[in-house]
């Protein structure tokens, strides 16, 4: 029996599949795993962690695993790629050969899971963000995706950061006013006072502002005005992207799937609103799936078919 392993290495979270030809036989869950944000001692770790957990659920040993299909933002880079192959092989210690080892971009397997070989657009928003669609003539697209510093609107880094800029914002202009966003970002960082947010907030390295997501999106639950307006920015920025692959892959069609992934997704139902509404309002040929896509599917799915290749 076949056994096929596949891989979603996130920045915040690595999720793992093992399965046979048609059933999941284990799941794994650990720590991030993209090589680029965490550096190459973590990624190994959250590697070998969430591979080996997988395993003991199954009931099987890493050995057994003959095909391997690693999802990660960044594969596109070989030296990511060799890099984290090489990594899947330590764990595995067993026969397979690299070229059973599959390292494809986080795009390219939730596509996968939301669609198959199938046409439509994935909108992706976590600790960064992105776009990826194919249309019916197979013809594949992104947009967005390239880096903190100059894109990813609307993932967890940037409402951390937008946050951040909001709650000094509203300081600024009403430095007598209990900003509560300012007390909640700063327990957050473990810091006492606004002089101590700043350089914080400015320092190089950048801190992970990403973490601060979970503290914007329960002061925004609680009706919190500045948080609730930075999640409605978010989706309506992660709804431009998707537009940009309606113009460029799908100019004519009647209908275009749309689905989402992502734990800025999960999360919130004010991002998912305002991005429905954004997209629709200028593409009413769209056709969106509420339910969230998990990624690591689609690599479990990859797997299984580059053993039949």
Same mark, same amino acid.
């Given at each position: 029996m076949a056994i096929f392993l596949g891989i979603d290495g996130g920045g915040s979270k690595t999720s793992c599949l093992i399965g046979d030809d048609t059933s999941v036989l284990g799941v794994g869950t650990g720590g991030a795993s993209n090589v680029v944000r965490v550096g190459e001692a973590q990624a190994r770790e959250s590697l070998s962690t969430t591979i080996r957990q997988a395993c003991r659920v199954a009931k099987l040993e890493p050995s057994q695993i003959s095909? !391997?299909?690693v999802g990660l933002a960044g594969a596109a880079r070989p030296e990511i790629s060799e890099l984290v192959k090489d990594m899947v092989s330590e764990v595995i210690a067993g026969e397979i050969k690299p070229s059973e080892i599959e390292v494809v971009g986080d795009m390219v397997i939730a596509l996968e899971a939301a669609f198959g070989s199938g046409p439509g657009v994935i !909108?992706?928003?976590g600790t960064g963000s992105i776009a990826y669609g194919?249309?019916?003539?197979?013809?594949?697209?992104?947009?967005?995706?390239?880096?903190?510093?100059?894109?990813?609107?609307?993932s967890g880094h940037w409402i951390?950061?937008?946050? !951040?800029?909001?709650a000094i914002g509203a300081w600024d202009e009403h430095p007598e006013q209990n900003v509560r966003l300012i007390?909640?970002?700063?327990?957050?960082w473990h810091l006492e006072t606004i002089e101590q947010l700043v350089p914080a907030a400015n320092?190089?390295?950048p801190p992970d502002f990403a973490a601060l997501f979970p503290s914007v999106l329960a002061l925004a639950d609680s009706g919190d005005r500045i948080a609730r307006d930075v999640l409605a920015q978010a989706g309506t920025h992660l709804a431009n992207p998707a537009g940009i692959l309606f113009r460029r892959l799908f100019p004519n069609s009647d209908t275009v799937p749309v689905a989402m992934s992502g734990g800025v997704f999960g999360s919130s139902a004010l991002v998912r609103q305002f991005f429905y509404?954004?997209?629709c309002s200028g593409h009413p040929n769209a056709v969106l799936n509420p339910s969230l896509i998990e990624p690591v599917r689609g690599a479990l799915e990859l797997a299984r078919k580059g053993a039949a290749k």
């Open positions: 095909c !391997v299909c !909108v992706i928003a194919r249309n019916s003539e197979g013809q594949t697209a992104r947009a967005g995706g390239w880096g903190f510093a100059i894109s990813d609107e609307g951390g950061r937008t946050a !951040v800029a909001a007390e909640i970002l700063l327990k957050s320092a190089t390295p509404n954004s997209l």
